[in-house]
């Protein structure tokens, strides 16, 4: 059986505040209660290791910082070009993965329904449990004409190996190609990153679509970026089983 092709809709709206449940995590809709955590996720030198261009080390981003990206990449949700979320996970998961490396203070406890401060939508219940962010995942880049997106993930070293960024990323995936009926969605990263660059060959089972020769200056170094592309037909035959 061939499976159906996804073609471009001009219907489609990208929503300006999305939430996505998961088995572990949630992608919430990004709120100023998240500035702090994310500040120094975009600062801790291991977490980003592939993406030192975007570190600013030595000093690393500040809270207001942190700030200003959130409402950028808000304006640019707002106008379509972008779905962006973090990644959180509840105290009740952290605690079950054995995962002890959480602060107390990082801890965030979610706002009560009617609270108009923080919109949820309107059929959302995160509940009253804390949870902590563990990073960030979305897809920029969208190109609504031609069903397209590229999506990209910063996860916290602290939950590496718990398959908490294959759920975000598989529930990305899922929101594009069954909700917004994307066609093709881009994974772009650099030669280094063996663990995205695995995750797509072994997990995924694509091999790059393209290599830029010495596409970036890194640390000193020029290195090659790889892009991968995944489509429908891989989703349907495949991917979607994954969960």
């Not at 990206?69 to 105290?91: D, E, P």
């Amino acid at each position: 059986m061939t499976s159906q092709i996804n073609y471009p809709d001009p219907n489609i709206k990208i929503p300006e505040r999305l939430n996505i449940k998961g088995e572990k995590v949630v992608l919430l809709a990004f709120h100023e209660n998240h500035d702090t955590a994310i500040s120094k996720l975009l600062s801790d030198p291991i977490t980003m290791q592939y993406l030192l261009n975007m570190a600013k080390l030595p000093t690393g981003w500040t809270k207001e910082e942190a700030a200003e990206r959130r409402v950028t990449r808000t304006l640019n949700q707002s106008q379509g070009t972008m779905v962006n979320f973090a990644i959180v996970v509840k105290k009740s998961v952290i605690d079950n993965l054995g995962i002890t490396s959480f602060e107390e203070s990082e801890y965030i406890y979610p706002p009560l329904k009617n609270e108009k401060d923080y919109p949820l939508c309107s059929e959302f219940d995160f509940g009253v449990e804390p949870y902590v962010v563990v990073g960030n995942v979305g897809m920029q880049h969208i190109d609504i004409s031609s069903a397209r997106g590229e999506v990209g993930i910063i996860a916290d070293k602290r939950v590496w190996g718990h398959k908490i960024s294959s759920e975000a990323i598989l529930l990305v995936l899922k929101y594009a190609f069954e909700t917004l009926k994307f066609h093709r969605i881009e994974f772009v990263t650099n030669k280094d990153n063996s663990s995205m660059r695995g995750w797509l060959e072994r997990y995924c089972k694509i091999q790059p679509e393209s290599i830029a020769k010495d596409a970036i200056f890194v640390n000193n170094n020029y290195t090659d970026i790889y892009t991968y592309a995944l489509f429908e037909s891989d989703w349907h035959s495949s991917l979607k089983s994954l969960f």
